[in-house]
């Protein structure tokens, strides 16, 4: 089955700056790899997803890249924002069936 | 558009009683819901995949005896822990998608569940 690894756990920024999560995955048949943002004791709100015929995906401050021949993905957020703060969740799985999660990265920015 | 509804957010219960928590999509259609389980400060665990007028398929080292789940309609899967104790105690959540392909999956707001 799917193993998905994200790296770094933690992350501390300073407002302003940028933030990368890393996440592996080891099934080749994964064509979906969505991003999730938790706050403390709220739901997983879907921040920006990518589909495998795609190398990169930009929404605003926030872009998500992918490597097939790798398999790793990566989560970039430019000008961090207080806000940005939570838990972020990479995951990967095959369209429309379940989603293997990451351990999640808590990020948190300073201002 | 895309909302889930789980209810109850909270539960707090007797060791030995069952509880059963609802996931509904208000918007949409869901052929499949997915139950996942987390611990705290951790990743969210894929308990089972629900479909709908189907017995659901459970990973591995979940019980299906001790974690029912039901999915009689499109747009509503019950999870029951039955006969929960103490180590039960968790945060349960589901989520569904619209559809094939795809389809984002949205969750619902999560069922803290708390047994004496």
């Known amino acids: 089955g799917e193993n998905v690894e994200q790296h770094p756990s933690t992350l501390s920024v300073q407002e302003g700056d940028s933030a990368v999560i890393k996440c592996t995955y080891s099934?080749?048949?994964?064509?979906?790899f969505p991003w999730y943002k938790q706050e403390l004791g709220k739901r997983p709100q879907l921040i920006i997803d990518?589909?495998?015929?795609?190398g990169e995906k930009k929404d605003q401050r926030i872009a998500v890249t992918l490597n097939k021949t790798a398999k790793h993905f990566s989560l970039h957020i430019t000008e961090t924002q207080p806000e940005d703060s939570a838990v972020y969740f990479c995951?990967?799985?095959?369209?429309?069936?379940?989603?293997?999660f990451g351990k999640g990265t808590t990020l948190s920015v300073s201002s | 558009g895309a909302v889930v509804s789980q209810h109850p957010s909270w539960v707090i219960c007797k060791s030995g009683t069952s509880v059963k928590i609802e996931c509904r999509s208000l918007?949409?259609?869901?052929?499949?819901m997915f139950w996942y389980r987390q611990f705290p400060k951790q990743s969210l665990m894929l308990m089972a995949t629900?479909?709908?007028?189907?017995?659901?398929?459970?990973e591995q080292g979940v019980e299906k005896d001790k974690f029912l789940i039901n999915h009689a309609s499109l747009t509503l899967s019950t999870l029951t822990v039955t006969s929960a104790h103490p180590e039960d105690s968790s945060f349960y959540i589901c989520?569904?998608?619209?559809?094939?392909?795809?389809?984002?999956?949205?969750f619902g707001d999560g069922t803290r569940l708390s047994i004496l």
């Open positions: 099934d080749s048949a994964s064509n979906y």
């Open positions: 989520s569904a998608s619209a559809g094939q392909g795809y389809q984002p999956q949205h």
């Open positions: 995951a990967a799985g095959q369209a429309g069936t379940a989603l293997i």
């Open positions: 918007d949409f259609q869901a052929t499949t």
């Open positions: 629900s479909n709908e007028g189907s017995k659901a398929t459970y």
């Open positions: 990518i589909r495998s015929n795609v």
